[in-house]
């Protein structure tokens, strides 16, 4: 068996796990159920160890070199100024919502949904560019 990667976290090293099993390589994972029932013994221990054998070194070079996948954004509204697929419900209602709660005992809902642009900055409504309004943008 040779070491790929140590990890401090149980997590991360499963993610590594998982991408190499994607691509026909065996991993095992060395120390993950002692780090999980206590984080301090990642350092003690080495952290968590993603084990290979040595016959599928060559395929795992290989796996680690390809960029990862982008994580699929289906159903995702494209932004209608930059048309970026990296968007994301606006978390500005949920901040006002709870700031409103902490200041006057009660929230100010805002039922809404809006989306924003993680490139651009863009804020919109996604129903009101359904349905062809442009006014709402900001």
């Avoid at 990890?7 to 190499?20: G, I, N, Q, V």
């Avoid at 982008?70 to 209608?80: I, K």
């Avoid at 009660?106 to 919109?124: E, H, I, M, N, Q």
Wanted: aromatic content about 8%; glycine content about 8%.
């Amino acid at each position: 068996m040779i070491l790929i990667a140590t990890f401090s976290k149980p997590e991360e090293a499963h993610m590594l796990r998982l991408r190499l099993e994607a691509g026909g390589v065996p991993a095992y994972l060395e120390n993950e159920n002692l780090v999980q029932m206590d984080w301090m013994f990642s350092n003690a221990t080495g952290g968590v160890r993603v084990l290979i054998v040595e016959e599928d070194a060559e395929r795992a070079k290989e796996i680690l070199q390809d960029a990862p996948l982008e994580p699929d954004s289906a159903g995702m509204p494209l932004c209608p100024q930059c048309s970026s697929s990296k968007t994301a419900p606006d978390e500005r209602p949920r901040r006002w919502a709870f700031l409103t709660l902490l200041l006057l005992g009660f929230p100010f809902l805002v039922s809404k949904t809006r989306w924003r642009c993680a490139d651009c900055g863009l804020s919109w409504n996604e129903r009101n560019r359904a349905g062809g309004e442009s006014g709402d943008l900001s």
